[in-house]
């Protein structure tokens, strides 16, 4: 799933260097901390958050999949 997140990140933001996530799974959750360069941070959450609400739905989606939470944070 991993892999999936951060093929969609790459693939919005200009610096795509810049880009880390960090993955956090406990017993049945799994957080993903993600870290962008500033001047992308815009066009991950879109307007009104709308790119990062659909980029959480697609991470649960695919989660529900191996009866696991997925929780997606964007950090400064």
Do not use: H, P
């Not at 693939?11 to 049945?28: C, L, P, R, T």
């Amino acid at each position: 799933m991993k892999q999936v997140l951060e093929t969609i990140i790459k693939n919005i933001v200009e610096n795509q260097e810049a880009v880390s996530i960090n993955e956090k799974e406990e017993a049945d959750k799994i957080t993903y901390e993600v870290k962008v360069d500033d001047k992308d941070m815009g066009r991950v959450i879109g307007k009104q958050g709308k790119v990062a609400n659909s980029i959480r739905t697609l991470m649960k989606a695919l989660g529900s999949r191996e009866k696991k939470k997925v929780v997606v944070e964007f950090l400064d």
